[in-house]
């Protein structure tokens, strides 16, 4: 049964619509697994044992929906009906919310079965998952090395067996940074392609999608989180045929940029990082698309301090509302030092400097978009370190600024594509010396993920990587 939780959710749902499993059974797998795995990863902020077998009762063979009965996760920054809203602080308390955010919702109608919520760094803002309140949360493939961040539970709940896949969001590269330490598929979708309703009608930064072991996973996701919902503030067209439909569709020849300097100055990237993204050039010509290496103007641009003055009131709204929550205004005490410092900074920050730094985001995504038009994708290191042991980047202790310049460090290459907008997708093609998997990043056009995941297929096809399964996966 441990064996079924690493097979494609395709063939999962097709042996419960048959009959051939129940959907309690694949559920209370998942379940023993997460007991069994949990103190040792550290994935889960809260397990639904018994909504999710009440959930798997009320589905039987023949159910219609596409994914009946397949267990997944969900990021705890999200709303689900009647468990826990942590945001892995302490400030939210075990707040339950009574409703689902609307990709919950879609989850659900496609006939997924919860069962659990999993952990993040407090409020999101890191790229390890470290949070004072659950402690942290580890690589399934090296129990001392980080699953990165903020979808660091997820990723390592799927790396390690527990679910076949699992939910996060990207706000800077949050899924994309746990696929790359984590051997998955990380795909972050165009702004506007999943609706951040209800409790948001528009997100700049962020945006929803999930963890996956294949590129047709990540895409028949996509055609379920995807599409307007009434009231959104902005939100991309639908594209003609579904996602999943473009998976092993031959996308034509191409034109791909490979870009490795760094888009945030000063950076040092480890040769493997490098090589990794070089070696995947190699591999997308020897496809029969042309490559060319690039030098995007993104490394000069000083763009780090607009996006901690956008991305730092983000984290100061949910501090503002862990802090009605309680009926108080939020202290110190209540939240990590990085947190505390992003909220401290946001509140001295007046409007037109948030504003500004907004404007000056838009204006450079413009420039950077124009640059890349001639592209039909790029290919980019993922991270610039391999994934950094426990305890080295987190939001405690007394130098906050200076973990959050080591994650930037760390990170790199994710958030530009926050900041304009554009898919990405990490890709785990290869394995490092050390053990760990080495992941590349392919950027796509604005709307682009037609492209972007029929080029992640072929790469794929050629290098095939859903059989490499972590040690504790195996167990």
């Not at 048959?18 to 998942?30: F, H, I, K, P, T």
């Not at 902020?45 to 009762?57: E, F, L, P, Q, R």
């Not at 969900?74 to 955010?101: E, Q, W, Y």
Request: hydrophobic share 40%.
């Amino acid at each position: 049964m441990n064996e079924l939780l690493t097979r494609p959710v395709t063939e999962l749902a097709s042996l419960i619509r048959s009959g051939d499993l129940a959907a309690r059974e694949l559920v209370e797998s998942s379940l023993r697994r997460i007991d069994q795995l949990e103190p040792t990863v550290g994935a889960f902020t809260h397990v639904a044992y018994d909504s999710a077998t009440a959930d798997a009762d009320e589905i039987s063979a023949g159910d219609p929906r596409p994914f009946a009965g397949v267990p997944v996760a969900v990021k705890d920054n999200r709303p689900v009906a009647g468990m826990p809203l942590t945001i892995c602080s302490d400030l939210f308390g075990d707040m339950i919310p009574g409703h689902d955010s609307f990709l919950v919702r879609r989850l659900r109608e496609a006939g997924f079965v919860i069962v659990g919520k999993t952990t993040l760094p407090e409020m999101g803002i890191l790229p390890t998952t470290e949070p004072r309140r659950f402690g942290p949360t580890r690589n399934p493939w090296n129990l001392e090395r980080t699953p990165g961040g903020s979808s660091g539970g997820s990723a390592a709940a799927v790396a390690a067996g527990m679910v076949p896949l699992a939910h996060g969001n990207d706000g800077g590269g949050s899924i994309r940074i746990p696929a790359a330490c984590c051997g998955l598929v990380g795909l972050k979708p165009s702004r506007g392609r999943v609706s951040v309703g209800p409790y948001a009608g528009d997100s700049f930064l962020v945006q929803d999608g999930a963890l996956t072991r294949t590129v047709a996973e990540t895409a028949q996701l996509l055609d379920i989180l995807a599409g307007y919902e009434p009231g959104d503030a902005t939100w991309a067209p639908p594209t003609d045929v579904p996602f999943a439909e473009l998976v092993g569709r031959d996308p034509g020849r191409l034109r791909v940029g490979i870009a490795l300097t760094a888009p945030l100055e000063g950076v040092e990237v480890e040769p493997v990082c490098e090589q990794a993204a070089r070696d995947a050039a190699t591999l997308i010509e020897s496809l029969g698309h042309q490559v060319e290496e690039i030098n995007p103007p993104w490394s000069t641009l000083g763009l780090l301090p607009d996006f901690t003055r956008a991305f730092g009131p983000m984290v100061s709204i949910m501090t503002a509302i862990g802090g009605r929550l309680r009926g108080r205004e939020p202290t110190e005490d209540d939240v990590e030092p990085l947190t505390w410092a992003l909220w401290e900074r946001a509140s001295s920050q007046d409007t037109i400097s948030f504003l500004s730094s907004m404007a000056r985001l838009q204006s450079v995504a413009r420039k950077l978009v124009a640059f890349l038009e001639p592209f039909d994708a790029v290919v980019t290191p993922a991270l610039a370190r391999r994934p950094v042991a426990i305890g080295e980047i987190h939001g405690r202790g007394p130098d906050p600024w200076g973990n959050y310049r080591r994650s930037g460090a760390f990170t790199p290459y994710t958030a530009i594509c926050n900041v304009t907008g554009q898919p990405a997708i990490s890709i785990p093609l290869y394995h490092g010396d050390d053990g760990l998997p080495l992941a590349v990043q392919l950027i796509g056009r604005p709307l682009g993920e037609d492209v972007l995941l029929a080029l992640a297929a072929q790469l794929e096809s050629a290098q095939p990587w859903a059989g490499r399964l972590s040690p504790l996966a195996m167990a």
